[in-house]
């Protein structure tokens, strides 16, 4: 590690390759899933550490809900345990991974049962009066097209007869106050954003990886902001 001494503020990461990592060591995919949620919460204790101040993983997608019906089950079981698990861990103090993190969902919640946008709910307030160094947004039944077409929509439901502007779309966002990403993460080598965070990443640096999600680390964390630090950001300009 050269040089960590520009740190994005916010960092986008598309947690992709759990299925493809748990096939390849012959283990049914939910599996995968569990390996990449323990990636998850040590990811987050490193963008705090490091200075991060906002982190969004892609953890459902709406096009997710294509999968087989096990699968999605699965996922749901495992958000299911993993809620109740945080929930417990923060509020009793057994955890030092959430100090100081704020945790938020974005997507369309509704999809979701009662039960479970009560637990959402529960977890995003359970730190609300602590002092926070990294918001961490978790996009759950989440597309960036969808956000865009719900952004307008609300504007117009409130504005009738108003012109729609690019500050109106940025003000119905899910997470409106959360600053556009600095840095868009891939994992398992792919080169494509999958409908993620379209709108904010307008001037975000891109960078892949080929290692799978639950094999990426703080290192790999590293790596992907010395590669960030090294480059110019112009947004549309001249480089000086």
């Not at 637990?119 to 002092?131: G, V």
Request: glycine share 6%.
């Amino acid at each position: 590690m050269t040089d960590i001494s520009d740190i994005p503020a916010h960092i986008g990461f598309i947690m992709d390759g759990n299925g493809r990592w748990a096939t390849a060591k012959g283990m049914p995919r939910k599996f995968g899933h569990e390996a990449g949620a323990r990636t998850f919460e040590n990811i987050v204790e490193s963008c705090r550490d490091l200075g991060i101040r906002y982190a969004t993983f892609y953890a459902f997608s709406t096009e997710n809900k294509s999968r087989p019906k096990d699968e999605i089950d699965a996922l749901m079981l495992l958000f299911d345990r993993y809620a109740d698990d945080i929930f417990r861990r923060i509020k009793n103090g057994e955890t030092k991974t959430y100090e100081n993190v704020r945790i938020r969902f974005v997507g369309d919640l509704s999809y979701f049962s009662e039960k479970r946008r009560k637990s959402i709910s529960d977890i995003e307030n359970i730190n609300s009066d602590k002092e926070i160094r990294l918001t961490v947004c978790i996009a759950l039944n989440y597309g960036g097209r969808n956000e865009i077409v719900n952004a307008v929509n609300r504007f117009i439901s409130a504005n009738p007869g108003k012109t729609v502007s690019e500050k109106s779309i940025s003000e119905n966002l899910y997470a409106p106050d959360v600053p556009d990403p600095d840095l868009i993460i891939r994992t398992a080598g792919e080169m494509r954003l999958s409908n993620f965070l379209l709108w904010q990443s307008a001037y975000a640096e891109f960078y892949a990886t080929p290692v799978f999600w639950p094999d990426f680390s703080e290192n790999d964390l590293k790596k992907a902001i010395e590669s960030y630090s090294k480059r110019t950001r112009k947004f549309g300009g001249i480089s000086k």
